[in-house]
């Protein structure tokens, strides 16, 4: 006789973990769906050479902050110097009254004027004319000499805080363009270390080619304005295949202003830190046509890059970090002016 038992229904709990693992399932399968496809080398490279370009301008920035800090080391270097040579002449003007004192009071009595030459406001004392009446010429002489250097070396003493607190930001400054600079620097390695071993080294062989763009370089026969310009540019030549660091000025290795600064001061010729201010340095040129080897060539809107012109629409410059020192046409990037120095 046939059974009539009816199937054993799953339970609830059952049905509730298969119902969960499925959505699940097609959750997963959605999101895999709808994920960003991995960038293609092109794109790395693009992101790449943003990363690269934004970190150049924060070098120049760096750089301004670091030329900064080193002017106000300096002067407040001065400033102490000066305080303590002053002290040192305030103690000895403080000791010839104190012998003044002690000759009176071995004689029986210190004059009172005397008392004051002594105190911690001479100035307070010299603003009493009537007790000026009391003293002879040569105590008021010696009175106004600890007042005089008194008073000078409190406005060091001023002038000196003022200083180390310009100082304390500029670190401050400099640092966080530090930051900034390492922290794109490392996104675009990371961005770099997402591509494949074949991409990596398709990428390296590009830009070693382009390294080598000074074997194949025509640089035309246009000749220099000065012989300051000649000799800045021939010195820059010496230096092809050169390592772009950043805040580097030579002279194994070098960041765009680095360069142009090294190579001028090779010609005896000194200029600014960065690309900024070096686009002061000399008389500008809006023109390319004006150009001359050895001219100073400034690109993008806020003049974060800068080389040196080479003829023929060739510019030698350091490019970019993982690049050398090379040659390069001064179409690739947007041309702001020229700088005659």
């Not at 530090?178 to 074949?198: D, F, H, P, R, V």
Request: proline share 4%.
């Amino acid at each position: 006789m046939a059974s009539h038992r009816r199937p054993k229904q799953p339970s609830r709990t059952r049905v509730t973990v298969l119902t969960a693992t499925a959505a699940a399932a097609v959750a997963l399968t959605s999101q895999a769906a709808h994920a960003d496809p991995k960038p293609t080398q092109k794109e790395v490279k693009a992101q790449v050479d943003t990363l690269y370009e934004e970190a150049e301008a924060a070098t120049e920035k760096y750089n301004g902050a670091k030329e900064k800090q080193e002017k106000l080391q300096d002067q407040v270097d001065g400033l102490q110097d000066k305080v303590a040579r002053g002290q040192g002449d305030l103690n000895e003007l403080r000791s010839g009254l104190g012998s003044l004192a002690s000759g009176q009071y071995r004689s029986g009595a210190i004059d009172p004027s005397v008392q004051l030459f002594l105190s911690a406001d001479p100035d307070s004392f010299l603003d009493k004319s009537s007790t000026l009446d009391q003293l002879s010429g040569k105590q008021a002489g010696a009175l106004k000499k600890v007042a005089d250097k008194q008073r000078t070396l409190t406005q060091q003493r001023t002038e000196a805080d003022g200083k180390l607190d310009d100082l304390a930001d500029t670190r401050k400054v400099l640092g966080e363009r530090k930051k900034e600079i390492q922290g794109k620097l490392a996104k675009a390695q990371t961005l770099l270390n997402s591509l494949s071993a074949k991409e990596k080294a398709a990428m390296a062989a590009k830009e070693q080619r382009a390294n080598r763009s000074h074997e194949r370089a025509d640089l035309g026969n246009d000749v220099p304005e000065s012989k300051r310009a000649g000799a800045a540019l021939a010195a820059a030549k010496t230096k092809i295949g050169s390592p772009y660091v950043w805040g580097a000025t030579g002279p194994s290795s070098f960041d765009c202003s680095g360069l142009t600064q090294w190579a001028y001061g090779q010609a005896g010729v000194g200029l600014d830190r960065t690309s900024q201010a070096q686009a002061n340095n000399g008389t500008r040129l809006s023109s390319q046509s004006q150009l001359k080897p050895g001219d100073l060539v400034l690109f993008y809107g806020d003049l974060h890059h800068i080389g040196l012109y080479a003829g023929n629409g060739q510019v030698l410059h350091a490019p970019k970090p993982g690049a050398a020192v090379r040659f390069e046409a001064i179409g690739n990037m947007p041309f702001a002016f020229g700088v005659r120095v």
